[in-house]
Structures are given as structure tokens and as C-alpha cells.
């Protein structure tokens, strides 16, 4: 595709259920990042996969978030029993390269959830 | 570790005067480091990026940014705002050994005033 696509681009679940947010990057990108943006802050680092490794996870803010990428294509990054404070926008960005940091990330439109 | 300050949350400018968007970063290698600019309900696009090269670097809509490692700084700077250019941005550094994870401030929101 054209650029990195995101579904749902809105989310609204309730406290408790489970939710799964897509991200399709752009094709032939090694590298496929999550981020996740407060309201009114910086995107935070959530979770990295090199094609269908997960290299670092350290971000995911709690058992509850899960990432996969078991094709190296797209990716589902999944959150289970939903809190309020996981309101967020979830951008996923990919990049061409797997190992080179200098190399561009493309970011999604990300996906704005709100637990109510 | 490396983390990245931006100073001020909003700038106002008027339209065709100078824009300055501060950014200070902390590395203890030498860093890679990005400009994004953020749309309302957009992701982020990028604007610049500096990787070791020339220390000015242009970038898209007119902006630019110099690394100054004495200061530890990378200001974004455009001589001319335009109503365009009212949006979020964001600085960023990399980390380089863990996949190049991008460490972002907190954002400047810039405002543009006719």
C-alpha cells in the first residue's frame, strides 16, 4: 500500500473487554513499531519486531498488552481487559531497514481508544 | 539513557515571522535525531532528520534544524511561518541498540496567528 494503514481508526470499549487494534505497514518493511499517545503527550515506546521477531517488548505497560507479527506482515496489538488509563491513540510506524536506527519511521494514523 | 526535552508546550507566532521550537536531548553515544510534525487526528510525518552528517539540516515546508553537540541541542527553525504550519511537533532521538525506538518530548504545539 501507500503508506502504513491502522483499523480500527476509533475504538471505544467498555472497562473489562478485550480490544485488538491492526496495523498494516508498508510492504517489505523489516521493522514494525507501537507506540502509544497520552492525550497531550509524546508517543511512548511500546513494542519492536524485527520481520516476525519480537526484539523488545520492554514498553508494554503491563501482561495485559500483547503483540504479534506472526507472518512479518501485519501486526495486532492486543489489550486485554481494558482500564481507563489505556485511553490512548496507538500509532504503529514500520521502517525499511531492521537494524539501522537512522532510517525513516512511517507512522500510521493510529487508532484512538477510549474505555469508558 | 537517552531522553529529549522540549521546551515550551505552546509557541505562538505570527504568520511570517521567524519559528524557533526548542528541543535539548541526553546521550550518552552519539545520537541519531528527528523532527515530526502532528496533524489534528493525523500520525506523525516526517519533517527532518540529522544522522551524522552535515550538522544543518533542511527539511520539508522550509524547516530546518542545526545539531549543536556542545549545547546538546537541535532547534527547529523556520524563517517564515505560515497558517500551514500550525500543528504538533515532536522531537525524537533513537536508540541505536535496540532496534533504533524512537524516544520522543513532549511536544510543541505551534499556533499561527494571522
Known amino acids: 500500500g501507500a503508506g502504513v494503514s491502522q483499523s480500527p481508526r476509533y475504538k471505544v470499549a467498555k472497562r473489562g473487554q478485550d480490544v485488538a487494534l491492526r496495523c498494516d505497514p508498508i510492504?517489505?518493511?523489516?521493522?514494525l513499531f507501537w507506540y502509544q499517545q497520552a492525550l497531550g503527550q509524546g508517543p511512548e515506546f511500546l513494542t519492536y519486531f524485527q520481520n516476525e521477531a519480537q526484539l523488545d517488548k520492554s514498553g508494554l505497560p503491563s501482561d495485559r498488552f500483547f503483540a504479534e507479527r506472526p507472518e512479518g506482515s501485519v501486526s495486532t496489538l492486543k489489550i486485554q481487559r481494558t482500564q481507563q488509563e489505556d485511553s490512548a491513540v496507538y500509532l504503529c510506524?514500520?521502517?525499511?531497514?531492521?537494524?539501522?536506527?537512522?532510517?525513516?519511521?512511517?507512522f500510521g494514523p493510529g487508532t484512538r481508544l477510549t474505555v469508558t | 539513557a537517552q531522553s529529549v526535552t522540549q521546551l515550551g508546550s505552546h509557541v505562538s507566532v505570527s504568520e511570517g515571522a521567524l519559528v524557533l521550537l526548542r528541543c535539548n536531548y541526553s546521550?550518552?553515544?552519539?545520537?541519531?535525531l528527528f523532527w515530526y510534525v502532528q496533524y489534528p487526528n493525523q500520525g506523525l510525518q516526517l519533517l527532518l532528520k540529522?544522522?551524522?552528517?552535515?550538522?544543518l539540516v533542511k527539511g520539508i515546508n522550509g524547516f530546518e534544524a542545526e545539531f549543536k553537540k556542545s549545547e546538546t541541542s537541535f532547534h527547529l527553525t523556520k524563517p517564515s511561518a505560515h497558517m500551514s504550519d500550525a500543528a504538533e511537533y515532536f522531537c525524537a532521538v533513537s536508540v541505536r541498540n535496540q532496534g533504533g525506538k524512537l524516544i520522543f518530548g513532549q511536544g510543541t504545539e505551534l499556533s499561527v496567528k494571522p
Open positions: 510506524a514500520s521502517s525499511l531497514e531492521g537494524r539501522g536506527t537512522n532510517y525513516e519511521q512511517y
Open positions: 546521550s550518552s553515544v552519539p545520537p541519531y
Open positions: 540529522y544522522t551524522s552528517a552535515a550538522t
Open positions: 510492504s517489505g518493511h523489516v521493522s
